[in-house]
């Protein structure tokens, strides 16, 4: 195999992996090179993005490697979060999102054991929904992020408190649809979709570039 094989592998591989990420070790046991070979794959790749001026960039956490987006374009992400036509929320996305409100502080692995497949995507989107954010560090092996709900979700249910949730207070992988149902009910019986909530307000950074662009 030619050494841009290696490299497009490798950056499939690192998508994959999302915020896990891969070391030089384990890419090399998967490609079945010598890890000095690895780590000289990785690095031309994150040389190639970087010339290239790509969207994407690789990033090197604790000894893994991973596929992060172009910090430069940070306010084009920031517009798109917060943009009002991107307010309803895929079935991943509301399943994650009972999870967390009902089993918090949890990890992302633990939300991934009930729903019994992969979140990254589900739980970014909440996290930049400002639905959901990282509460802490849990106590196992890494410290992985714990994640809990935000003052914004209490303000978008109506909900004074998390202990207004309505029941169950537990909830399993079987009633997993009808605690999402019960958790987006508003009070007065009728059900309340992504759709009608109001618009988050938009970030501060976003803010200050549009008042740029209006002297600009």
């Known amino acids: 195999m030619d050494f841009q094989s290696y490299k497009s592998i490798i950056e499939g591989l690192l998508y994959m992996a999302g915020e896990d990420g891969l070391n030089a070790r384990q890419v090399a046991e998967i490609l079945q090179i010598d890890v000095q070979t690895s780590a000289e794959l990785v690095y031309d790749l994150k040389c190639d993005l970087k010339r290239e001026g790509r969207g994407v960039q690789i990033t090197e956490v604790a000894g893994a490697y991973r596929m992060t987006t172009n910090p430069e374009h940070a306010v084009y992400f920031e517009r798109m979060a917060y943009s009002p036509a991107r307010a309803s929320l895929s079935q991943a996305a509301l399943e994650t999102l009972s999870i ?117």
Not at 162 to 172: Q, R
Not at 182 to 199: A, K, N, S
Request: aromatic share 6%; hydrophobic share 40%; charged share 30%.
């Open 100 to 216: 967390v409100a009902y089993r918090q502080p949890i990890t992302r692995v633990d939300i991934e054991e009930i729903r019994g497949v992969k979140s990254d995507r589900a739980i970014h989107s909440l996290v930049s929904k400002d639905l959901i954010e990282e509460v802490g560090r849990a106590e196992a092996i890494g410290r992985p992020i714990l994640y809990g709900t935000t003052k914004a979700f209490l303000d978008y249910f109506g909900l004074s408190a998390l202990s207004a949730l309505p029941e169950p207070a537990n909830v399993t992988v079987e009633d997993l649809d009808d605690g999402s149902n019960m958790l987006f009910e508003r009070f007065d019986g009728r059900q309340m979709t992504f759709d009608e909530l109001p618009p988050i307000p938009p970030a501060p950074q976003e803010i200050a570039a549009a008042q740029e662009d209006e002297e600009d």
